[in-house]
């Protein structure tokens, strides 16, 4: 299923670290970025340093956070995206997945926006709620370590829904969308949140 998999040499989680991520994983400087999910929009803002000749445009709830000088544009309630078919050739969703109310609908539409040859690079959680933590102590403390994250927020915050690395390669395959790279933290780095870095290409 996966081309190629790479190891990241810390565990940061500044946005500018981010940026630098995607960049590892893109062969090139994008045309036109989607920043899926922007929140606060400080990671769409460290990438626009990385690519000062690349649009970049966020998307999110409605009025969630700064734009920055950026291009804004509010999700629909359905999940649907504003944009045209073929929108964008780097489409990147930062820790936004696991927030989604309806993630077939949620795939289908970043497979609509992107070019054919396009890039979705995606930072998520790899792990399913639907695990047994019964016996497991390591995913039960990493549930409980994210329940704290989450509340770090506000009392408004989508309902979370994790998915394993594997289902979300599978739910992206089912629409069109090719798993190529995975982005790991070897063992020896502490990741409390389980994460890790995908890059899929439209074809």
Known sequence: MV???RYLSDASNSSE???????ALLSSAPSKVLDFGSGNGQFATALRKIYPETTIVMTDLPEQGPHNGLDYESVNADSTLRFEDNS???VVAMMVLHHVVD????????F????PGGKLVVREHDFSVNQDFSH?????????YLDVVHDSFNDEMPVIRYYSA?????IFEGVGLDLKTLQLYPDHIQNPQHVYHSLYERF
Not at 103 to 110: A, D, F, L, P, V
């Open 3 to 5: 081309d190629t998999v």
């Open 17 to 23: 670290d981010k940026a630098h991520n995607v960049r």
């Open 88 to 90: 964008f050739d780097v």
């Open 103 to 110: 993630i077939e609908t949620t795939c289908k539409e970043i």
């Open 112 to 115: 609509r926006v992107l070019r």
């Open 136 to 144: 497991h102590r390591t995913l039960r403390h990493i549930m409980d």
């Open 166 to 170: 594997r289902t979300l390669a599978l």
